[in-house]
């Protein structure tokens, strides 16, 4: 009995003890002077990041804190990431982190009107992802993505996308491609009646020619639909952006009439139709203008010099226009309108812009509509509808006469 006695004491001041030691070890403040972010890499666990908790001074006791884990916590998923540990925090709250996967997140905004270039750009700046598309070409990046033989060009969509340390560029991106599908499936329901696309690419072309063209929300639908008249009628569409795009690397800032005869496939000065693929990202907006461009008789723009534009239903008024707001330029003339507000830090670079204005057509005063211009060259794919007819004059021409 006196033995017997003797074990219930020992095993209850042991579980006693125990049970204190427990309570310490959970109770205990971390060893932090200021804030800092606990990095868990993927596949660590938490007996490991106990210790290594330990070893760096943080907290004592990971002998204590691994068992609690392993029974109140069995079957909880120890997500990678970071952990925002502050001064103050004790253990408990460490492990209510953990519980919940509170894990830090950062975010990256790809830019409506950013080509492909650019979106690699900001991805290889964004330090926080895990860079593994480094030293891919385009083709190769899309190949890894799992879309072999998809054009990179406009097939992510523009948004803020939240992530985590440990993220891949390749996963962040693949997150970009399925909403892009997904905007682009949700909008091709949509369409209008008489949108004149055979496919849902088609329309991903002309939202990017929108999108390069205005930044004015209320004109997207009225330039789609200057865009569709003009293919309808057997007019080339005349848009800078795609010269510009085709172009590539070699476009310094200023458009010439020798780029603008240039045989480029996006030179749509020369070739019929759309261009073979985007040239920029879209967003919802210009994808539902796409689809459902406004009905009327202009055939022309201008740049006001404001972003917006002046439309034309024949050659007259639009040399009208071009002499008013092209050839005598205010001081404060802008192509695109003017910030409202400045944009949300993100780890993305700003927004490129072209220099000087994009219109569709500013011809020169008094040339006549019938005046020769380029033989128009096939239109490489794919196309809304045939369009052979010469151009009319050109914005180049009005830009040599100022």
Do not use: C
């Amino acid at each position: 009995m006196v033995l017997l006695q003797s074990v219930l004491v020992l095993g209850g001041l042991s579980l006693g003890g125990s049970a204190w030691k427990l309570h310490s070890a959970l109770e205990q403040p971390l060893n932090l002077a200021q804030e800092q972010l606990l990095d868990v890499p993927a596949g660590a666990t938490p007996s490991g990041t106990f210790n290594r908790l330990e070893a760096d001074g943080l907290l004592k006791d990971a002998f204590w804190l691994r068992l609690y884990w392993r029974f109140n916590s069995a079957g909880v998923p120890f997500h990678s990431g970071e952990y925002r540990l502050t001064p103050g925090m004790d253990v408990r709250g460490l492990l209510a982190l953990w519980q919940r996967g509170e894990v830090v997140q950062y975010s990256l905004t790809l830019v409506e009107g950013w080509n492909f270039r650019q979106v690699r750009s900001a991805l290889a700046k964004t330090e926080k992802l895990q860079q593994t598309l480094t030293g891919l070409s385009d083709s190769e990046v899309m190949t890894k993505l799992g879309h072999k033989d998809v054009f990179a060009e406009g097939r992510f969509f523009p948004d803020t996308y939240r992530f985590v340390r440990g993220m891949t560029d390749a996963e962040l991106l693949e997150k970009a491609y399925e909403r892009l599908d997904s905007v682009l499936a949700q909008e091709w329901q949509k369409r209008s009646a008489d949108a004149p696309y055979t496919e849902p690419y088609q329309a991903l072309i002309m939202a990017s020619l929108v999108e390069k063209e205005t930044g004015v929300p209320q004109e997207r639908g009225l330039i789609a639909g200057v865009f569709v008249r003009r293919m309808q009628q057997g007019m080339l569409l005349q848009t800078d952006p795609t010269v510009i795009y085709g172009l590539g690397e070699r476009y310094t800032g200023k458009l010439t009439r020798a780029h603008l005869r240039e045989a480029t496939p996006y030179n749509t000065y020369v070739n019929a139709g759309l261009p073979p693929t985007p040239i920029a990202m879209v967003g919802r907006e210009s994808i539902h203008a796409a689809l459902n461009p406004v009905p009327g008789n202009s055939l022309y723009f201008v740049a006001r010099g404001d972003g917006s534009h002046v439309f034309s239903d024949d050659l007259d008024s639009h040399n009208n226009a071009v002499r008013e707001f092209q050839l005598k330029r205010r001081a404060d003339y802008r192509s695109s309108p003017a910030p409202t507000a400045a944009p949300a830090a993100t780890p993305a670079p700003a927004a490129a812009s072209a220099p000087g204005p994009a219109p569709v057509q500013t011809p020169a005063v008094g040339v006549p509509e019938t005046a020769p211009a380029p033989a128009a060259a096939p239109a490489p794919e794919p196309t809304v509808a045939p369009a052979p007819a010469a151009p009319a004059p050109t914005d180049a021409e009005a830009k040599d006469s100022q």
